[in-house]
Every structure is written in C-alpha cells, then in structure tokens.
C-alpha cells in the first residue's frame, strides 16, 4: 500500500483490514468545493497542523458537517509541500498514540490543495491571490512558531529582510510575514473583502503579535507611498480584519522510527522521512498524543466553519486569556520546560521515561499543584487542576509519546517569561502569597544556567537546544567549572535581572540569591545535578 489517493482508492479493503480509519466523503465534489469556494486556508505546514487541524476536518467533511476541505501552505521550507506532500497527493497518515498502548492510525485526506508562498513563483503566487480574493474564504490559520511573526530583533531594530519589503511594497515581497501581508492587501483591493487572520501558534496573545507584524507592513508601506492609504484603516477595523486570541495544545513529536515500522509491518510503503536542505524533518506520517485542545476567540467578520462540531471551543478574549494562561503559565508548559532542563542534564532521551525518576516526577508535581494552581484563574470551561491530572497522570507519562527534552529545551530562554515570570509576578501582586514561598521555580532557573554550561551531570559535554540567544546567555556562564570550590557568582546578576528573559527582575525582587545558590550547589561536580535535587525536592 503506498499512501496516495489511488492507492487508498484501490486498497480500500486492505487499509480497513489493517485497521485504518479512511477519509469517508466524495473526494472529487469536496476538491472541486474547496478549489471553486475555499474556505480556510492554513500557512505551516507542520506537524500539528496534520496531526490536529486537518483530522478536525476530516472528521466534520465524514460527518457532513464541512462541504470544503483545507488548503495548506509553506512560507518556509518549500521541501515540505514538494517532497512531504505532493509525492503523497497531500495525504497524511496519523498515528495517535494513547496511554493504553493502542494506536489509533488514520489516513487523512482532508486537504485538497496544497501551495508554496514564494512570490517569485508567478503560478503559486496567483493561485494565492485567487484564493485571497475570492469572497467564500472565512479564514487565514498559521502555525509558523512565535519566531514567525518577528520584525525585530531583541535591540527592536528593524530585521534587515522586514526592512527590505517595506521598501520595496507589496508586489513582490520576499519575507514570510510580507508574502502574507501582500496576499491580505490584495484582498483589500478586491473588494475590502472581511477576513479572519487566526493564529494557532503557542504564545501568548497570538492574535495581537500577527496583528501587530501586519499592522507594521501596512503602515510602512502606506507612508512610503506604496500601498493605498485605506489599507492601514481595513487592518485595523475589527469588522474587516480580526486577529482572534488562541489557545491550541496537542503534543505533535517528531516522526518516530518505532511508528514508522509499525506503518511498514501493515504493508505501507515509501514512509521514508526527508531532511530538507533547511533540516526540515517531514515524514508522509505524523504521531501525536489523543489529548487536544483548541480554544477559539469568536471574532470571524465573514462568517466561520461550524468547528465546534469538531472539538473546537468558541468563547471571548478574556476566556482564551485564562485559558491559555492556565495552560502557559502552570499546568503544562512549565512543567515540560522543567523536564526539558534537568532531563538534558541528567541524560534523558524520553521525557516519559523522566516522569519515572520520583525527584523529577515531584519537582514538577510541586511546581504545578503548589506553586502554580494558586494564581491561576479558572477559565470556567476548562478545570485547572483537572487539566493538570491530565498532564501529569497521563499525558506526560504516556510512554508511547517519543517526545524528548532535547526537542522541548529548544528556545529556552523565549520561553521562561511566560512559563515561570507570569507566576512570580502573581506572587508579587497577591496580598495572601509570599515570592520567597517559591522554592522550585528557582531550583529550575538554576537548572537552566547549569544546562547553559552544556554539561550534563556526569560531566560529560552536550550540544545544547537551538535558542536564539545562546550565545549570549551561555557568556554568562562561560567561566564557570564543575566545582565546589567558592564560586563568585556576581557576573550572574546582569543575566538575573534582565527582564525580557525571566519576564522580572529576579535581582529587585531578592531571588537572584536563592537561584545563585542553588547554581552553586547544581555545578558542584559530578552528580551535584542529582545530589541537589535530592537535597531540595522534599
């Protein structure tokens, strides 16, 4: 069997025999809807995008609750669409792993078109303008990560590639963000035709940081002259453009080999993964965990799919805020960061395997139950402390998930702001809680400068996460051996007091002391890591 839409046509009954979930609706009628009518377009290809969003759909176009399916776009690595998608007739096989050791596999084949933004392929790039300016398309998605929606860098200058689109307008942009931009001002000129422009990236008000890259294309090109002065007002009417907040959560691992043997022992062929020249690593399979969630501000100016027939949760801005915020700041994300940190150190692979080391499984047991459950505000649709039973008693130990600290240590030091600082800042404000209650939080930001000696705990030397301010942050640490000898750990301070990586200063609030102490414990010497955590994990 090989994962095409003839051979799913064909092998029907050997599909089903092997157990495969198949796409159950008349494949041309849908094709033809999306192409003539699309609906809701999504830039990033990756993998929660396959493993989440196009089984949403796949199982409302089965139940007949969509007529239109999806159309996929890349802006970044264009490999994925010609070597991912296209070899494959834009089908995906997913294999959703569950704590019970079942897998659950289904072929989807809700995405009917998929494209390459490049504005200097004229095909690609026309048939994008199309579909931006055919009235029928309700939405943009985009899971593009935070990093996507940057255009500046932490100086705020003006990145040099965002710069060089503002000069040259919107006919033919070469950033991801001004591709976007382009296609949304070509809408404009067709009609001032109403958008919704969703991003399903896992940050903090998501909506505001897309609206804010677009504002700032629009803006630089109408004062330049570059684009029609109006185009800066449609941005910015709700009633026209929406940028709703998001809360999406779906652990989408890294294609595993286990799983993709498991596919090849039913008789699937040609499941081989590629690394794109980018070090793009796309299989014709994604694994993923059961558990999802995808919290939707309601604020679609021409109309939205029916989602919530397909899981999704429709509700206000501030509901999303707490929402994400519980799930940010407390019950999951923090937690992985702190198995990410100590599991690099003490030399995990599996962050399932972590959740089996009693010191870890109650550092982070700690951090969220006592630490984090008290500032968290129920968003009343979801249950804080029932979402983290979840996270703790099944979705993080599941060990069917090959997910890895090293993948989750990635971009580090753009996480702890939002993963811990909100946290310590809630401290601060509430009258009832003390910041010098917090032990754990610091015990894992000390982890963090002793994983940026990129030395694990037996001493032996690892090549740390991709993060943009490594370097940086890594000078901070440079001089520093696995000792016990007195350390003087001043030259920390600088670091402890930046703001926009802790999201406080740790030095004026009095926790730099604790957090350097723990440091000096942590880089003692071999299986000080260990020692200290015995020490202060009770």
């Not at 494949?27 to 396959?50: E, K, M, S």
């Not at 910015?236 to 959560?249: A, G, L, Q, Y």
């Not at 519980?326 to 399932?352: D, E, W």
Request: proline share 5%.
């Amino acid at each position: 069997m090989k994962l095409t839409r003839n051979s799913v046509t064909a092998d029907r009954d050997a599909y089903l025999a092997a157990g495969y979930a198949l796409p159950d609706f008349h494949f041309d009628t849908i094709q033809h809807n999306t192409y003539q009518h699309p609906v809701w377009i999504h830039f990033g290809a990756g993998n929660i995008f396959r493993a989440f969003l196009a089984n949403v759909v796949q199982n409302m176009l089965n139940a007949g609750h969509m007529d239109t399916g999806l159309i996929a776009v890349e802006g970044y690595d264009y490999e994925i669409i010609e070597k991912g998608y296209r070899p494959h007739d834009n089908f995906t096989i997913l294999a959703t792993l569950k704590a019970d050791n079942t897998v659950e596999k289904t072929v989807i084949g809700s995405i009917m078109e998929s494209l390459i933004l490049d504005s200097s392929n004229k095909k690609e790039f026309a048939r994008l303008k199309d579909i931006f300016a055919n009235p029928t398309l309700q939405m943009a998605s985009f899971t593009i990560t935070e990093k996507g929606y940057a255009v500046t860098d932490t100086k705020g200058n003006t990145l040099p590639a965002i710069q060089a689109d503002f000069e040259k307008g919107p006919e033919q942009p070469d950033s991801y963000l001004g591709k976007v931009v382009s296609l949304l001002y070509h809408r404009f000129s067709n009609g001032r035709l109403p958008i919704a422009m969703v991003s399903m990236d896992n940050c903090s008000h998501n909506g505001d940081k897309l609206q804010s890259a677009v504002i700032s294309f629009a803006d630089a090109w109408c004062e330049k002259g570059l684009a029609d002065k109006a185009f800066q007002a449609y941005i910015r009417d709700n009633s026209k453009v929406s940028f709703p907040w998001t809360m999406i959560d779906k652990i989408t691992p890294r294609p595993d080999a286990t799983v993709e043997a498991m596919l090849e022992k039913d008789g699937m062929e040609e499941l081989d993964a590629v690394i794109t020249s980018k070090n793009t690593y796309i299989a014709p399979f994604v694994n993923a965990e059961e558990c999802e969630y995808l919290v939707i501000e309601d604020s679609f100016p021409n109309g939205r799919p029916a989602l919530e027939q397909g899981g999704v949760i429709f509700t206000d801005r501030d509901t999303v805020d707490q929402v994400e915020k519980m799930k940010v700041c407390t019950c999951l994300n923090p937690l992985h960061t702190t198995l990410a940190i100590y599991g690099c150190l003490l030399g995990y692979t599996r962050i399932y395997e972590e959740m089996k080391n009693p010191l870890l499984r109650k550092l982070v047991e700690i951090i969220g139950y006592q630490e984090g459950l008290p500032v968290v505000v129920n968003p009343g649709i979801l249950d804080p402390e029932k979402f983290l039973d979840q996270v703790l008693e099944i979705r993080i130990p599941n060990p069917f998930m090959p997910d890895t600290p090293q993948r989750i240590a990635t971009d580090t030091s753009q996480k702890l702001a939002i993963r811990f600082g909100e946290t310590i800042k809630a401290y601060e404000k509430a009258s009832d809680l003390n910041v010098e209650d917090l032990k754990q939080i610091p015990l894992v930001l000390a982890g963090w400068l002793r994983y940026l000696m990129a030395v694990d705990d037996d001493g032996n030397a690892f090549i740390p996460s991709p993060d943009p301010l490594l370097d940086s942050v890594s000078s901070y640490v440079a001089d520093y051996k696995l000792s016990d000898s007195p350390k003087n750990l001043t030259k920390l301070d600088k670091l402890l007091a930046n703001e926009e990586i802790f999201g406080v200063d740790l030095v004026k609030i009095g926790m730099a002391e604790l957090i350097k102490n723990y440091f000096a414990e942590l880089s003692a010497g071999k299986g000080a890591v260990k020692a200290t955590l015995e020490k202060y994990v009770q």
